[in-house]
């Protein structure tokens, strides 16, 4: 296998829920070590396009391939599929009923056959790294939102997936939770994780993109190095998303 | 701008159809060689002549089906005013149960024995007390139709089941709903009213439509108390003829009373499920 070969790559990608066209003719390529982020506004797709990605939605056209292997063939097996994705919602959906450490280890343990007591020391070992390990016995109710949604990255990490999907992850926190968790995806970045990001903190957008995408209802509306999109746009689309994020004191 | 499905996507949905047939196939196939099995197995048993002479005589289900039917005339009024009487019942009870001014603690702790007890007697129990204890007491003013305690029999237990299953609805809604509710400025009653209750309702439609479907069973044991219903007129035809197949039509007319509520059920829970599919949010 080239170490060239995208991770990730979507081939004019469709996708509408009855007549309500959502995605319309989306490509891009992701090669290992690289992260793409995906910006616009509310409803412009950034989210169906996340779930296309892990199988969540079924695309009507187009193609999407994970190592080179079409996952929206016929026949593919769509939970195979997931494992190899890790994902980390808005609103972090931890178990509620588990503890920390459990909602860490369920998949390598349920999907991935490994053994508990592995699975946990792999566990605690990145609570550790990530400052976490005082809440491994904990329940996630009564963790912050910052430490649920860095809980939910961990979860999503575990298994070593090919790929994450990060999607408007700090949305539903405050500035301070914001940057812990931010803070932990640039440590991701750093490792070398492959990574897409939907979000509407440009300047992380900025800091942790490869390749910017600016959808706007359904398409991609301009993309490229993330300085230059937001600085010089040239799209009258993203000229007006990032004016309403100056004024909303985002950018 | 037209769009032109690609070959690509041609080709992915003619194998979801052609997937979609084979498994249309297999459980045709697979239903088909079940049923044969089953068949098979009941009509080769040795007393099998026997028991479908004395059980699924055709002849005798002719015979008995108009009295059986003009039986089941006082089952349905029985279910209907049952039915209305144990939802308002049940809803009090479970209001009353749900309740917090310390006002009301009697009322709340009257529920919570009503609920106790009446949810593990026996309605056989319940309607014997009922249908022969009442009218020997000898009050004068107590009803003694057998009719109105049957009816009072059915509601008295299936109030507490039902009352149980709303107080399960009222718990499940989330708590910052009633904050949400009371910070608008609307009262106690008014928050119960417009915000908790409706979200209640509409959690335990399924285990409620449940309650009512097996009330409406079970308003066949009246016939203990010697109202003539659908199963006592069965059993006055077997008496006479030695043959048990009046029963079954009895019991095929329940469950065809029963069948349209259980569809009503499923499609309920179908439209609500439906009508709040999120969408968009990951």
């Not at chain 1, 469709?14 to 616009?40: A, E, N, Y």
């Not at chain 2, 309607?127 to 004068?140: A, D, N, Q, R």
């Amino acid at each position: 296998m080239s170490t060239h070969q995208p991770v990730l790559s979507l081939r004019n990608v469709r996708k509408s829920f009855g007549d309500d066209l959502v995605l319309q003719d989306i490509s891009f390529d992701l090669l290992p070590h690289q992260v793409t982020v995906l910006i616009g506004a509310s409803g412009s797709g950034k989210s169906t396009l996340m779930r296309c990605i892990n199988l969540l939605e079924e695309i009507d056209d187009g193609q999407i391939l994970l190592d080179g292997l079409d996952i929206t063939a016929p026949g593919t097996a769509a939970d195979g599929i997931r494992s190899q994705i890790g994902s980390v919602f808005q609103s972090f959906n931890l178990f509620s009923h588990l503890t920390v450490l459990t909602n860490i280890t369920l998949a390598s343990r349920k999907v991935h056959g490994i053994d508990r007591a592995v699975a946990e020391a792999q566990a605690m070992e990145l609570l550790e790294r990530f400052g976490l390990s005082a809440k491994a016995h904990t329940y996630p109710d009564l963790l912050s939102g910052g430490q649920q949604q860095r809980v939910a990255i961990l979860r999503a990490l575990i298994t070593k997936p090919k790929l994450l999907l990060l999607d408007e992850v700090t949305s539903a926190l405050d500035p301070v939770l914001i940057a812990e968790v931010l803070a932990l995806i640039g440590e991701l970045k750093a490792e070398g994780h492959t990574m897409v990001i939907a979000t509407h903190e440009m300047g992380f957008a900025r800091k942790v993109a490869d390749e910017l995408i600016f959808l706007e209802h359904g398409s991609v509306a301009e993309r490229g190095d993330p300085a230059r999109l937001l600085t010089e746009p040239t799209s009258s689309g993203l000229q007006a998303f990032l004016a309403a994020m100056r004024t909303a004191g985002r950018l | 701008m037209t769009y032109q499905p690609s070959s690509l996507r041609i080709a992915r949905e003619a194998a979801k159809r052609r997937a979609s047939q084979r498994s249309t196939l297999i459980a045709a196939l697979s239903t088909f060689f079940i049923a044969a099995a089953v068949i098979i197995l009941v009509t080769s048993a040795s007393g099998f002549h026997k028991v479908s002479d004395s059980f699924f005589n055709w002849h005798h289900a002719r015979l008995s089906f108009p009295s059986v039917l003009s039986g089941l005339w006082l089952n349905l009024r029985v279910m209907v005013i049952a039915e209305i009487c144990v939802l308002i019942l049940g809803l009090l009870i479970a209001l009353a149960r749900t309740s917090i001014s310390p006002v009301l603690y009697p009322i709340r702790l009257a529920a919570t024995i009503y609920t106790d007890i009446f949810r593990g007697l026996p309605l056989l129990l319940v309607l014997l007390l009922v249908g022969f204890g009442i009218p020997g007491l000898g009050i004068s003013w107590l009803p003694s139709s057998t009719l109105l305690l049957g009816i009072v029999s059915l509601v008295l237990t299936y109030s507490a089941y039902v009352a149980e299953v709303i107080r399960a609805g009222i718990e499940a809604v989330h708590p910052a709903q009633r904050m949400a509710a009371r910070a608008l400025g609307l009262t106690a009653s008014q928050t119960q009213r417009t915000v908790i209750l409706p979200q209640a309702l509409r959690k335990v439609t399924p285990p409620l439509l449940n309650d009512l479907v097996s009330l409406q069973k079970d308003s066949g044991l009246i016939s203990v108390l010697g109202a003539i219903d659908a199963i006592r007129e069965a059993r006055i035809y077997s008496a006479l003829t030695f043959n048990f197949t009046s029963y079954v039509v009895a019991g095929a007319l329940f469950v065809a009373l029963t069948i349209p509520l259980t569809r009503f059920t499923d499609w309920l829970t179908r439209r609500q499920d439906k009508a709040r599919n999120q969408q968009g949010q990951f």
